[in-house]
């Protein structure tokens, strides 16, 4: 029992040191690991309760740990006998006779043996664990140290991704600043042609500005020039023609009854009945209307004798015509034909048509710049002139008869012979000869004689100057005018202004003025004295506004020609509608007529005319004064044709339709008629060609797209 009981307690320290360093060992282990705390493996350096057995320790190390590290970690076997090899083996029991003391003896120094081996062990396994530890140690600083390096380079792998990003975007700046460097060259390249631009702007300016000063004493100059004596032959020559339109126009008034009552009898002697009142009127109509279809025709083609003869030229050959319809209404009565009166009437249209157009173009071209207002009244007065000599030769007394009539229409030959007389001895219009055919010496020749100076230099400059305005407009046809932007303006002006003068109803009293006072209670004597009165009064009043026409302007005259034919209008109505009821009513619309007349002469009876020439220059001039002339005798053929009827329907209204046309050209000319007094052919073409471009960028949109104007605020914003 005693030996078992010691072989018990032998045995007992080594299972406690087994179960000890089985603890120890997992502990050990555990701190093995590379993530273990430091102070963890210090705590188990100092411990002094773990035992160690005998069983083999070993520490693994995943891929960090040198060869010599390993070795260092060789195998380590205790044992409980000082260290000695083999396995323990208990002492055997002795059967011997000592007793208990013996035995105690040998249990003591058996307990003494393994305290001592288990103390050695302790301090063997203290040593090796605090070698452990220092390598563990330094084992984790070097894993710290690979961790931080492996951040690190993960980080320089980021750094470098982000460099070599960086890199590409220097580059592409770089690319981006050489782009740029070669536009600020360019740039500067520009800069450098807007500066050149920019001086030879000023230079330009101050050029401008001296022709602008030279222009402005030339017009100062030409200004000065006065009306010679030359320029006067010259001029009543010329307006002789106009003068052949203001005759055969009245002349057909007076002597109304006589070629009615020549009608009647050529009708009855020709087909043995009588002709019905109501044809009779209306053949008479067409005596009178036929003038004016005559005057389309003449009219129409006076642009193209003015260009292929010359101003001068076709004058000379129009007087051709105006002989021969003159003879042919002479001789009517002889032949015993009325359609003889018709065709003479017509052939004397087409003169009178030609001369409405070359002679208003002949007298603007020839007058100086001061003069051409007052001149170009000329063309009126020797109308009204015309007219006034046909109403006084009309009267009973003198060839108003049934047998003078026929001279009476046939003295229409006189203004055509005279012309043809003291026409050739003057020169051709100085602007056709040297912009239409650019004759120099024959346009300075012309020059010298109208100006009676040989100082013709400003003359020669704003011919040439218009010249150089109208190059790309020279010999413009109808059509190209019709067409053209900056000449439509100045083309509707100049039509509005023909209407003006035909549709406000002054051709009504030219035609049938006698008719008209007879029917407002006068006398037929009184009413023919009262047709003569009225030619006195436009001769008059057209001598009056000769000064006024450069003094006051086309303009403000026409204004007030027409507000006072609007009034005056009005109370040729009321007095019509009032005449049955006061007597001295018949007087007022006398009075009312006389003073229509008045201020028709004022304004409307000359201006058009005038105006019409001075608002083209030598390039459009002749078509627009065919286009212009064409529709004045449209207007008058038509007043002639309608008017009789007009006055049988509306009876004592029959002058409320001109009134309301006259209140309408009124109101166009205060609004669109510019003023042309003292103004060179080119400034009012630079007039009305600034007035068209002004209204094109008003009503033009912007042209440019969307995507390029968004371009170029990008580029101003670079």
Same mark, same amino acid.
């Given at each position: +029992?005693?030996?078992?009981?010691?072989?018990?307690?032998g045995r007992?320290?080594?299972?406690?040191?087994?179960?000890?360093?089985?603890?120890s =060992?997992?502990?050990?282990?555990n701190s093995?690991?590379?993530?273990a705390?430091?102070?963890s493996?210090?705590?188990?350096?100092?411990?002094?309760?773990y035992?160690v057995?005998?069983?083999?320790?070993?520490?693994?190390?995943?891929?960090?740990?040198?060869?010599?590290?390993?070795?260092?970690?060789a195998?380590?076997?205790?044992?409980a006998?000082?260290?000695?090899?083999?396995? %323990?083996?208990?002492p055997l029991?002795q059967?011997?006779?000592d007793?208990?003391?013996?035995?105690?003896?040998t249990?003591?120094?058996?307990?003494?043996?393994?305290?001592?081996?288990?103390?050695?062990?302790?301090i063997?396994l203290?040593?090796?664990?605090?070698?452990m530890?220092?390598?563990?140690?330094?084992k *984790?600083? @070097?894993? #710290?140290?690979?961790?931080?390096?492996?951040?690190?380079t993960v980080?320089?792998?980021?750094?470098?991704? #982000?460099?070599?990003?960086?890199?590409?975007?220097?580059?592409?700046?770089?690319?981006?600043?050489?782009?740029?460097?070669r536009?600020?060259?360019?740039?500067?390249? =520009?800069?450098?042609t807007?500066?050149?631009?920019k001086?030879?702007?000023?230079?330009?300016?101050?050029?401008?500005?001296?022709?602008? @000063?030279?222009?402005?004493r030339?017009?100062?100059?030409?200004l000065?020039?006065?009306?010679?004596?030359?320029?006067?032959y010259?001029?009543?020559?010329?307006?002789?023609?106009?003068?052949?339109?203001?005759y055969?126009?009245?002349v057909?008034?007076?002597?109304?009854?006589?070629?009615?009552?020549f009608?009647?009898?050529?009708y009855?002697?020709?087909?043995?009945?009588d002709?019905?009142e109501e044809?009779?009127?209306?053949l008479?109509?067409?005596?009178?209307?036929?003038?004016a279809?005559?005057?389309?025709?003449?009219?129409f083609?006076?642009?193209?004798v003015?260009n292929?003869?010359?101003?001068k030229?076709g004058l000379?050959?129009?007087n051709?015509?105006?002989?021969?319809?003159?003879c042919?209404?002479w001789?009517?009565?002889?032949?015993n034909?009325y359609?003889?009166?018709f065709?003479?009437r017509?052939?004397?249209?087409v $003169?009178c048509g030609?001369?409405?157009?070359?002679?208003?173009m %002949?007298?603007?071209?020839?007058?100086?710049?001061n003069l051409?207002?007052?001149?170009?009244?000329?063309?009126?007065?020797a109308?009204?002139?015309? *007219?006034l000599?046909?109403?006084?030769?009309?009267?009973?007394?003198?060839?108003?008869?049934?047998e003078?009539?026929?001279?009476?229409?046939g003295?229409a030959?006189?203004?055509a012979?005279?012309?043809?007389?003291?026409?050739?001895?003057?020169?051709?219009s100085?602007?056709?000869?040297?912009?239409?055919?650019? /004759?120099?010496e024959?346009?300075?020749?012309?020059?010298?004689?109208?100006?009676a100076?040989?100082?013709?230099?400003?003359d020669i400059?704003?011919m040439?100057?218009?010249?150089?305005?109208?190059?790309?407009?020279?010999?413009?046809?109808?059509? =190209?005018l019709?067409?053209?932007?900056?000449?439509?303006?100045?083309?509707?002006i100049?039509?509005?202004?023909?209407?003006?003068?035909?549709?406000?109803?002054i051709?009504?009293?030219?035609y049938?003025?006698?008719?008209?006072? =007879?029917?407002?209670?006068?006398?037929?004597?009184?009413?023919?004295?009262?047709?003569?009165?009225?030619?006195?009064?436009?001769?008059?009043?057209?001598?009056i506004?000769?000064?006024?026409?450069?003094?006051?302007?086309?303009r403000?005259?026409?204004?007030y020609?027409?507000?006072?034919?609007f009034?005056?209008?009005?109370f040729?109505?009321?007095?019509?509608?009032?005449?049955e +009821?006061?007597?001295?009513?018949s007087?007022?619309?006398?009075?009312s007529t006389?003073?229509?007349?008045?201020f028709?002469?004022?304004?409307?009876?000359?201006?058009? /005319?005038?105006?019409?020439?001075?608002?083209?220059?030598?390039?459009?001039?002749?078509?627009a004064?065919?286009?212009?002339?064409?529709?004045?005798?449209?207007?008058?053929f038509?007043?002639?044709?309608v008017?009789?009827?007009?006055?049988?329907?509306l009876? $004592? %209204?029959?002058?409320?339709?001109?009134?309301?046309?006259?209140?309408?050209?009124?109101?166009?000319?205060?609004?669109k008629?510019?003023?042309?007094?003292n103004k060179t052919?080119e400034?009012?073409l630079?007039?009305f060609?600034k007035?068209?471009?002004?209204?094109g960028?008003? $009503?033009?949109?912007?042209?440019v797209?969307?995507?390029?104007?968004s371009n $170029?605020?990008s580029?101003?914003?670079?």
């Open positions: +029992m005693a030996t078992g009981s010691q072989s018990k307690v007992n320290p080594m299972r406690q040191a087994k179960r000890t360093t089985g603890h =060992e997992q502990h050990i282990v093995a690991v590379p993530s705390p430091r102070e493996i210090d705590n188990l350096a100092t411990s002094s309760q035992t057995s005998t069983e083999l320790i070993e520490v693994e190390e995943h891929d960090s740990l040198s060869e010599q590290e390993i070795s260092s970690w195998p380590l076997k205790l044992t006998r000082g260290g000695r090899p083999g396995a %323990y083996t208990p029991r059967k011997s006779s007793g208990n003391t013996s035995r105690n003896e249990k003591k120094e058996i307990q003494e043996d393994d305290e001592a081996t288990l103390r050695e062990l302790l063997s203290q040593k090796q664990v605090t070698v530890s220092m390598n563990l140690s330094a *984790l600083d @070097e894993l #710290q140290r690979g961790d931080r390096h492996l951040e690190t980080a320089l792998c980021e750094i470098r991704t #982000q460099l070599q990003e960086l890199t590409k975007s220097v580059e592409s700046c770089q690319s981006e600043v050489s782009e740029v460097k536009d600020m060259v360019a740039i500067k390249h =520009e800069l450098d807007v500066q050149q631009v001086e030879e702007i000023e230079e330009l300016r101050e050029y401008v500005d001296r022709l602008e @000063e030279h222009t402005q030339r017009k100062l100059r030409l000065e020039q006065g009306l010679t004596a030359f320029l006067s010259a001029i009543f020559a010329a307006v002789l023609g106009m003068l052949q339109f203001g055969n126009t009245g057909i008034n007076a002597p109304q009854s006589n070629i009615e009552y009608i009647k009898d050529v009855k002697s020709r087909y043995a009945e002709l019905p044809i009779v009127k209306t008479y109509s067409v005596a009178v209307s036929i003038f279809i005559g005057g389309m025709i003449g009219g083609g006076g642009g193209i003015a292929k003869f010359g101003r030229g000379l050959l129009n051709i015509l105006g002989v021969a319809g003159g042919l209404m001789c009517t009565k002889v032949a034909s359609e003889m009166l065709f003479g017509f052939i004397m249209g $003169n030609l001369n409405t157009s070359l002679v208003p %002949y007298i603007s071209e020839i007058s100086p710049l051409r207002g007052g001149l170009g009244t000329i063309n009126q007065l109308v009204t002139v015309g *007219l000599i046909s109403q006084v030769l009309g009267i009973e007394q003198i060839l108003g008869t049934s003078g009539w026929p001279l009476l229409l003295l030959v006189v203004p012979l005279m012309q043809l007389l003291l026409l050739p001895v003057c020169p051709e100085p602007r056709y000869l040297l912009i239409t055919k650019q /004759w120099e024959e346009a300075r020749r012309a020059l010298r004689r109208l100006r100076s040989n100082q013709v230099e400003e400059e704003e040439r100057a218009e010249e150089r305005a109208q190059q790309a407009e020279s010999s413009i046809s109808m059509l =190209e019709i067409c053209s932007p900056t000449l439509r303006a100045p083309l509707i100049g039509i509005v202004m023909q209407l003006s003068q035909q549709l406000s109803g051709n009504a009293v030219f049938y003025s006698t008719d008209l006072f =007879e029917s407002s209670g006068l006398s037929p004597e009184s009413a023919k004295f009262a047709t003569i009165g009225i030619g006195c009064i436009m001769v008059i009043m057209t001598l506004s000769i000064p006024l026409m450069d003094r006051m302007g086309r403000t005259l026409h204004l020609g027409l507000g006072g034919m009034i005056f209008s009005i040729i109505t009321i007095s019509f509608l009032i005449k +009821m006061i007597d001295w009513m007087y007022l619309s006398v009075v006389l003073f229509f007349v008045q028709f002469a004022m304004g409307p009876g000359s201006i058009p /005319w005038m105006i019409t020439a001075e608002l083209f220059s030598q390039g459009p001039r002749p078509a004064m065919s286009i212009a002339v064409l529709v004045n005798w449209i207007a008058n038509l007043v002639g044709i008017f009789p009827s007009m006055k049988s329907y009876d $004592n %209204y029959t002058f409320l339709p001109f009134s309301a046309f006259l209140a309408l050209f009124w109101t166009f000319t205060y609004k008629v510019p003023e042309t007094k052919f400034e009012i630079a007039l060609r007035e068209n471009e002004s209204e960028e008003n $009503n033009t949109p912007s042209t797209p969307p995507q390029q104007e $170029n605020v580029d101003t914003k670079l």
